[in-house]
């Protein structure tokens, strides 16, 4: 970056004003940032600032005004009049201020250790623009200059770029790019490394760990070389994957030239745990294409200032899970078994979800602002996770586009087809707009399975979709527990049931979420011991159920009914054959018969 940030504003109009925010943390322990905008050449009566109430990729109105205080305004030595109009909306006055810089200032309070929040203390300090600074709403689309005044031994990473000669500065072209660049300024560790060519970072801030970074470093590049090579090539010169280590965090998000990571410092050493770490890369580095550049149209211009309603989530989230499964396996970071144990995983959890026959994927992803970031004791009964759905509807697509063109076409092509028709341009794509394309690239009529699995409720058929590729699911009955439809929790010794399941018999009963369970035909059961006490009866015995329902002691006569699966797995059939078998090694790239080994 070699223009100036004057430059950049007079190519915007002769007289545009120019906007600069300092970010200073002179108290880190105090979780303060203190900010200062100054805006020079303002020549309007008011000045509207508002602070964004939500940031992209988090679809949950976060209220980030509620963190800003000690707000003052002033122009040379003139206290300035403002007063606030909505939660988030500050109005200043400037009328007749002779050309001096208007200088707002506030302090943000920041204890939240999340990707899409921002945390200060002893440590570092790290936010997100949409949960710091003010927008200028007709000022959206000027360059804005950033400083940062770190604590002495503290240095600044962002993806933004630096202004040359000038210490810890940056650039953003607009402020889209302000929010979708996130700031890290401490001690963290930084290891630059390449891929296809391309300059890349990682920054790790949080301490001791058992992470390896030479090896999470090499698995990125693979993961990178994998993702690039499905879109062509990678559409920046500079990516900055930014990792908090904490105590059990698990969280990403996606920016176009970064992403933020949230992992348990103590998760690299675990397979398992080392291999959902990689899930993780993969899924906030596809991000980069799909849903940050790739945008469905209601994402196309964010309304800070409210929810922006889209009915692809299950496409730009969903989709992005599927892919977060199967780039590993691509990549060479976990084998086919590992593979399949995954995806039996996801079908478990989806096949566990009674909301899957009441809330459309759709109708999910329009809903996620008051759904998914908000669960609560009904949530399972009448929600169904976009990511979730629409990575089980993404294998669908995936597995009937290979099977119709001989694995010759794949979910890879819609993707690229996506990449070109929208994302390189970034012109949002409608629902209907995503429908075609994948029925182009499908050569198949897709109406009904739109309206069936997509817009509609009804039962994704796996093993129909699975078999020609010489797999099925199958369900592990294991102990055979006659079922009741609660789950249990100890809470501070007591055993609280935190989800009754409907239409079962605990449903039918009346026992409710919150209830404190005490014993089962007389006897005092825990949560750690219900499965177990249950055993000793069949499907068709009745139990009395003894809770207290708010405070009150109440006895349920309850009929229990047959065991129910507990877990899937994804199996070879038992004689495949040569047609699933080329199939198989067409979708997974090795033979059908290794995996009997
Ligand atoms: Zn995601």
Redesign the pocket.
């Known amino acids: 970056m070699t223009a100036t940030l004057t430059q950049l504003s007079q190519q915007q109009g002769e007289s545009a004003p120019i906007i600069t925010y300092r970010v200073a943390m002179p108290h880190p322990e105090s979780h303060l940032f203190e900010v200062v905008l100054l805006v020079q050449g303002y020549s309007l009566p008011v000045l509207d600032l508002k602070l964004p109430v939500w940031t992209p ?1 988090s679809y949950l109105v976060r209220e980030y005004a509620k963190h800003l205080q000690d707000f003052s305004a002033k122009a040379g030595e003139n206290t300035l009049l403002w007063r606030k109009i909505a939660k988030n909306h500050w109005q200043v006055e400037t009328a007749n201020l002779d050309n001096q810089t208007i200088e707002i200032r506030y302090r943000i309070f920041a204890n939240e250790l999340s990707v899409r929040t921002n945390h200060l203390d002893a440590t570092h300090g790290y936010f997100n623009g949409a949960a710091i600074f003010f927008r200028i709403p007709r000022l959206d689309t000027q360059p804005m200059q950033i400083a940062i005044a770190p604590q002495t031994d503290w240095q600044v990473t962002t993806p933004l770029p630096a202004v040359a000669g000038q210490i810890n500065t940056y650039i953003a072209a607009d402020f889209d790019t302000l929010v979708d660049s996130p700031f890290e300024i401490g001690k963290q560790q930084i290891y630059q490394f390449e891929a296809l060519g391309k300059a890349h970072e990682l920054a790790i801030w949080g301490g001791k760990s058992n992470i390896d970074p030479e090896k999470v470093i090499a698995d990125t590049q693979k993961i990178i070389e994998v993702e690039a090579k499905i879109f062509g090539g990678l559409p920046y010169d500079r990516y900055l994957f930014l990792l908090h280590l904490s105590t059990q965090g698990n969280g ?1 998000l ?1 920016h176009k030239y970064a992403c933020s990571l949230n992992y348990p410092r103590f998760g690299f050493r675990n397979v398992d745990k080392y291999n959902r770490f990689m899930q993780l890369v993969a ?2 580095f596809f ?1 980069l294409w799909n ?1 940050k550049r790739i945008r469905p149209k209601a994402l196309e211009v964010f309304d800070y200032d409210r929810e922006n309603y889209t009915p692809s989530l299950w496409f ?2 969903g989709t ?2 599927y892919y977060d499964l199967t780039i590993p396996l691509r990549a060479g970071i976990y084998d086919i078994k590992t593979f399949l144990q995954n995806l039996g995983k996801e079908i478990t959890r989806y096949e566990l979800t009674p909301g899957r026959w009441v809330q459309p994927v759709s109708e999910s992803s329009l809903d996620a602002w008051i759904k998914l970031y908000r669960p609560e004791a009904n949530s399972n009964n009448s929600q169904i996770s976009y ?1 979730l759905k629409g990575e089980m509807v993404s294998l669908l697509l995936d597995l009937l586009i290979r099977e119709k063109h001989d694995n010759q076409k794949s979910l890879d092509d819609v993707m690229l087809k996506m990449w070109q028709q929208f994302g390189q341009e970034e012109i949002g794509f409608t629902p209907q707009q995503l429908q075609e394309v994948i029925t182009s690239v499908a050569d198949i009529n897709l109406t009904d399975f739109f309206a069936k699995y997509v817009d509609g409720t009804e039962e994704l058929p796996f093993n129909q979709y699975l078999e020609p590729f010489g797999l099925q699911i199958a369900s592990d009955d294991g102990e055979p527990t006659p079922y009741l439809g609660i789950k249990v929790a100890s809470e501070h010794g007591r055993e609280v049931i935190k989800f009754v399941e409907t239409s079962t018999p605990a449903h039918a009963a009346g026992i409710d979420p919150g209830d404190e369970l005490l014993a089962i035909d007389g006897i005092r059961v825990t949560a750690a011991g219900i499965s177990d006490r249950l055993q000793d009866y069949q499907g068709g015995d009745t139990i009395e159920v003894t809770v207290f329902h708010q405070e009150q002691l109440r006895q349920y006569q309850v009929t229990l009914e047959a065991p129910r699966p507990t877990s899937y797995q994804v199996k070879p059939v038992s004689n495949p054959t040569e047609e699933q078998q080329q199939n198989f090694a067409g979708y997974l790239g090795e033979d059908l018969q290794k995996l009997k080994d």
């Open positions: 990729g990403g996606e899924h906030e991000h849903v730009s989230e992005t899970s990511y």
